[in-house]
């Protein structure tokens, strides 16, 4: 699986932003895709990841409520909305892509896309 991310940029804090992750490969809908993303300084830390059929979502605590992960399996791509910015958002995020969810958690997921760097202003 191949990854492509994009989207990223600079905002201010409040402003909305989409990410998205085009995927290559026949069995995209086979695999559960997300975001993890690196803050400026510190470790990856697991965002979101959504199943291969779309039917569930798993949001860190940080991000619930203001982003949204949904995936176009026909288009063979996700995409991350992510609304209220915060200062705090401000991170270099990759696409993700496993067959196992607990792959998010733990930051190690198979496939990985190239980081777009979110930058969000006070």
């Known amino acids: 699986v191949q990854l492509q991310a994009s989207g990223g940029g600079l905002v201010q804090a409040g402003d909305s932003l989409r990410l998205s992750c085009a995927a290559s490969?026949?069995?995209?809908?086979?695999?559960?895709m997300g975001w993890i993303r690196q803050p400026p300084g510190k470790e990856r830390e697991f965002v979101v990841a959504?199943?291969?059929?779309?039917?569930?979502?798993y949001y860190a605590d940080s991000v619930k409520g203001r982003f949204t992960i949904s995936r176009d399996n026909a288009k063979n791509t996700f995409y991350l909305q992510m609304n209220s910015l915060k200062p705090e958002d401000t991170a270099v995020y990759y696409c993700?892509?496993?067959?196992?969810?607990?792959?998010?958690?733990?930051?190690?997921?198979?496939?990985w896309g190239q980081g777009t760097l979110v930058t969000v202003s006070s």
């Open positions: 993700a892509a496993d067959t196992r969810l607990n792959q998010f958690y733990s930051g190690s997921p198979r496939y």
């Open positions: 490969g026949r069995t995209f809908g086979g695999y559960v």
């Open positions: 959504i199943s291969g059929s779309g039917g569930s979502t």
